[in-house]
């Protein structure tokens, strides 16, 4: 059995910002730049909300000549549901947090 435990603030905090985007396309560069969080962060984290099915990803072709693609992200239905919840100022119960997904 997997241990559950509340969102990270970096967690929130990006779920945050994605949500802001009102379901568009946002690339890793421009959520760490919004979330203010590093890369090293940022890419694991959003790996790990995709594995979960709270975001979609895909490549993007590039908007300038001689740029590689990019890749975008977007919440799914269920993220949209988990960014709600967990807002960065959320402060869950201890019974709530052992229900939010481990991230």
């Given at each position: ?6 969102l990270?603030?970096?967690?929130r905090?990006?779920?945050s910002?994605l949500?802001?985007t ?5 690339h890793?560069y421009e959520l ?5 969080v590093?890369s ?5 984290l959003?790996?790990?909300l995709e594995?979960?099915g709270?975001?979609?990803a ?5 908007t300038e ?8 992200y977007?919440l799914?239905a269920?993220?949209?549901?988990l960014a709600r ?7 869950a119960t ?6 939010e997904?481990?991230?």
């Amino acid at each position: 059995m997997s241990r559950k435990r509340a969102l990270s603030t970096h967690a929130r905090t990006v779920l945050s910002v994605l949500l802001d985007t009102g379901g568009q396309w946002s690339h890793g560069y421009e959520l760490a730049r919004l979330a203010n969080v590093k890369s090293g962060t940022l890419y694991p984290l959003l790996i790990r909300l995709e594995a979960q099915g709270y975001l979609e990803a895909e490549w993007q072709p590039p908007t300038e000549g001689g740029r590689p693609p990019r890749h975008a992200y977007r919440l799914t239905a269920s993220g949209v549901q988990l960014a709600r919840a967990n807002s960065p100022g959320h402060t869950a119960t201890p019974t709530a947090q052992r229900r939010e997904a481990t991230i």
